[in-house]
């Protein structure tokens, strides 16, 4: 692999890399508030995929006009945040809430259910093969120093980076500070119902971040399955795991990680070989910090 080729790959990976550290953030932000590692969540992604390709479709024939490209994206990632993070608080509601003072192996295996029935009605919207994702923007690459830089890619950052920087402003704010209260004595509150209403914020903020993924994704990706939750929920969970669980800024720096290892992985060795090398990587990473690279000890109940 030359040095244009090794760049062209790393590119690649930044951008998927975007996407994933929002799907992981998803994955962080409840298990540092409930400490539930809540396997759904790449599901509700998944729909929120779906949910893009509909509006995409009814939106009629694209690309349109630059402004009205623009406009779409944005409408379209905003219904999906909404629709996501609307989503995860039933979840939560339905399943999790009254499991609060269950062992922790119930929550688990809930999670999991959930997950099964969310792909089934995935597969039931788009069906069993893979859907297209709409071309947004025209095709068009824009070259530096012989590296392409595709339109859709620059569309991918323009959709993650607000999304990072609105987060981190977020948790900065009086929301945040309550959050990191809650979180602090979660197991203990949660019997009380006290803190329900920063509990139900954590997921709808979760979900709402996954569904602005799930429209980055969808560029990136070009198509969208009903697996696609199963698969980018993988990546996005050991992103999570890699940056230290429970850690707001790790999960962006781990989702960054896992997509260059990913996409150098993918030229190297094959697509076939690409969830065992960024698995193997996380094992390597956590055999010297356990705790992943900006995790506590203790990461469940804690937030940054």
């Known amino acids: 692999m030359n040095l244009v080729s090794f760049l062209q790959q790393c590119l690649i990976g930044l951008t998927s890399g975007g996407f994933l550290g929002l799907i992981a953030i998803g994955y962080t932000l409840v298990y540092g508030t409930v400490g539930l590692i809540h396997f759904a969540h790449g599901d509700v992604v998944m729909l929120g995929g779906c949910l893009a390709v509909t509006l995409f479709s009814l939106a009629g024939p694209l690309p349109l006009d630059p402004p009205a490209n623009w406009l779409l994206v944005l409408a379209v990632a905003v219904c999906c945040g909404l629709f ?26 809930s999670a999991v259910g959930v997950s099964f029935i969310l792909m089934n009605i995935g597969l039931f919207w788009i069906g069993p093969t893979d859907r297209a994702f709409p071309e947004v923007l ?27 920087g609105g987060l981190l402003v977020l948790l900065r704010s009086g929301f945040g500070r309550s959050l ?21 914020a954590t997921f709808f903020l979760g979900g709402a971040l996954g569904g602005v993924a799930s429209v980055a994704a969808g560029i990136h990706n070009t198509t969208v399955n009903y697996q696609f939750g ?18 707001v800024p790790g999960a962006i720096i781990g989702g960054l990680v896992v997509g ?13 070989w690409a969830a065992a090398t960024v698995l193997l990587m996380l094992v390597v990473v956590l055999a010297f910090r356990p705790a992943g690279l900006f995790g506590r000890p203790a990461a469940a109940g804690r937030l940054p």
Request: hydrophobic letters at 50%; a positive charge.
């Open 84 to 109: 996501c993070g609307s989503l995860n608080v039933g979840i939560d509601r339905l399943v999790y809430r009254p499991l609060r003072q269950a062992s922790p192996l119930a929550p688990l295996v």
């Open 180 to 200: 990191r209260s809650v979180a602090a004595v979660a197991r203990a509150a949660s019997r009380t119902g006290g803190p329900e209403r920063f509990i139900a």
């Open 138 to 164: 025209p095709a068009g690459d824009r070259l530096a120093g012989g590296v392409r830089l595709p339109a859709a890619d620059l569309l991918v950052l323009a959709i993650v980076l607000p999304a990072f």
């Open 260 to 272: 260059l290892v990913r996409a150098v992985s993918i030229a190297v060795l094959g697509p076939r």
């Open 230 to 247: 199963y698969q980018t929920g993988l990546y996005a969970l050991a992103a999570a795991v890699l940056g230290g669980i429970g850690s």
